[in-house]
Structures are given as structure tokens and as C-alpha cells.
């Protein structure tokens, strides 16, 4: 099993929360990072800041699935669209602990910075719907 934070689309509410099905929620939690506005979804990049969202436990064929959904091309981090990698909890219940998150891997020039690290706000704030 793996720890798995999650900050945009798949949280519950929005566009892909059904591709969390069958995940257990540990509990809301922030990583450090930046938070950018892509268009029709949220990119974190490792920075200064903090980022909110949520932190799930995942079996290794629910990864594998989720792998693919955020289009991560297994072994060639440079053909992938974001990329697996190990962050802190900042805060929550696993806090000071690693867990895994999809960390965007592809520029972010002219995208808009998201300041406060809050998808779901952010959304709220601008009148999108994800």
C-alpha cells in the first residue's frame, strides 16, 4: 500500500473523483510545493509554499491506474506528463511523514500561480467548475 496526496481533479467533488473509488481516505493534509492553474486542472511543482488537499492509501494496481490517468509514461520521466515523486506531509495526520504525489513535468510558463496552494478554492474563487 501507498500513501498517496492528492490536490486537484481526483479530490471528491470534482472532474475525477470516481478514479478514487476504492481508495481509503487517510485524512486532508498540505505538502510544500507550488501550486499552478493549467487550464482544466491544477500542476504542483516542488517551491517555496504549500499546497492543500488530501492523502489516500492505494494498492499498487490502483497507482498503476492512476499512473495512467495523469499521464505518466513508466521509466521516461521526459515522455511523461507528471511524474510520481516523494514530498512531506507539512500537516494532517501523517504530518512529518513521505507520501507520494503527481508533480507536474512539464513547464509552466504563462500559467497562472495558484498563491494560496488550494485547488478547490481557487476554483470557487474564479467560478470554474472541475
Do not use: K
Amino acid at each position: 500500500m501507498t500513501y498517496l496526496f492528492i490536490y486537484g481533479t481526483l479530490m471528491p467533488g470534482l472532474r475525477l473523483e470516481a478514479e478514487m473509488h476504492g481508495a481509503r481516505f487517510v485524512g486532508p493534509a498540505q505538502v510544500p510545493g507550488r501550486l499552478f492553474d493549467l487550464g482544466r486542472y491544477p500542476g504542483l511543482l516542488p517551491g517555496d509554499g504549500h499546497v492543500t488537499g488530501e492523502v489516500y492509501e492505494v494498492d499498487d494496481a490502483h497507482l498503476a491506474r492512476l499512473d495512467g490517468v495523469e499521464g505518466v509514461v513508466p521509466g521516461d520521466r521526459a515522455e511523461s506528463h507528471y511524474w510520481r515523486e516523494v514530498v512531506p506531509v507539512a500537516s494532517g495526520p501523517l504530518q512529518g511523514q513521505p507520501v507520494q504525489t503527481y508533480v507536474y513535468n512539464r513547464p509552466v510558463d504563462g500559467c497562472t500561480p495558484i498563491p494560496h496552494g488550494d485547488y478547490r478554492r481557487y476554483i470557487r474563487e474564479v467560478g470554474r467548475e472541475s
